[in-house]
């Protein structure tokens, strides 16, 4: 089993699916995306992408995401540390551009433009953002240490990063001094739930799941919270159960 549709991502007509245990072109090495794309008679496949630089006892695409022209990939490398490998598109082709070594394995991770969010990049479970200057992922700054594993995402100037245990969303802003914490997002209907076990940040609007709230009725039911900025201040707008 390649365990295929394990994690995906979209960007416009680009679609990005995950198999990581499907075998690799790489002796004793597993894991591949499958790239898939919007045309006028549906969705079509394009190309199945391995990890150039794989070894054995890997696995490729055990975390995934896609903005642009730029797919991130989480590998896990048989020990306690791991991977980011990123692929950038060139033509019709991606091609591998960077490896960056992590210690945090199969840990969540996102990509927006020109900068990577990511777990374990100083330490483990800690949160960096990486920047690419036009020739390399570099480091721009650690955000926070965090040692709860849960959901995280950049959109432009902003990221978002889940605490299950604490449950809670924090948010940070860029400016031209660097990133700073601006916000701390709650789950006012239950303050346990699992709240930011994964977070999806757009613009200026941020979807946080609570997989066990039970606001709706239904024990362990879940919910997902909206929360938009207004006028500097991020507020809950809706709430899905």
């Known amino acids: 089993m390649s365990r295929f549709g394990s994690r995906i991502a979209r960007a416009g007509d680009v679609l990005a699916v995950t198999a990581p245990d499907a075998a690799n072109d790489a002796a004793s090495s597993f894991g591949a995306v499958y790239l898939f794309r919007r045309g006028a008679a549906g969705w079509y496949f394009v190309v199945k992408v391995v990890d150039p630089q794989a070894s054995q006892d890997e696995h490729f695409a055990v975390s995934l995401d896609l903005d642009g022209d730029v797919l991130v990939a989480g590998v896990t490398t048989g020990s306690n540390l791991g991977r980011v490998s990123?692929?950038?598109?060139s033509g019709t082709a991606w091609r591998f551009e960077q490896g960056i070594p992590v210690l945090s394995v199969g840990a969540p991770l996102a990509v927006s433009g020109?900068?990577?969010?990511?777990?374990?990049?100083?330490?483990?479970?800690?949160?960096?953002?990486?920047?690419?200057?036009?020739t390399s992922w570099n480091l721009e700054q650690q955000l926070t240490p965090n040692p709860f594993f849960a959901g995280l995402d950049i959109s432009g100037d902003f990221a978002a990063i889940g605490e299950v245990g604490p449950d809670r969303v924090r948010v940070f802003e860029r400016s031209v001094s660097g990133w700073s914490e601006v916000?701390?997002?709650?789950?006012?209907?239950?303050?346990?739930?699992?709240?930011?076990?994964?977070?999806?940040?757009?613009?200026?609007?941020?979807?946080?799941?609570?997989?066990?709230?039970?606001?709706?009725?239904?024990?362990?039911?879940?919910?997902?919270?909206?929360?938009?900025?207004?006028?500097?201040?991020?507020?809950?707008?809706?709430?899905?159960?």
Do not use: K, M, Y
């Open 114 to 134: 020109s900068r990577i969010l990511l777990h374990g990049g100083l330490a483990s479970g800690d949160v960096s953002v990486f920047v690419f200057n036009g």
């Open 183 to 241: 916000a701390t997002l709650l789950n006012p209907n239950q303050p346990t739930g699992g709240f930011g076990q994964d977070v999806s940040l757009s613009g200026e609007r941020c979807l946080v799941t609570a997989p066990r709230d039970e606001s709706g009725g239904v024990i362990d039911g879940g919910a997902g919270l909206l929360f938009e900025r207004n006028g500097g201040v991020w507020e809950l707008a809706q709430t899905f159960v």
């Open 86 to 89: 990123v692929l950038r598109r």
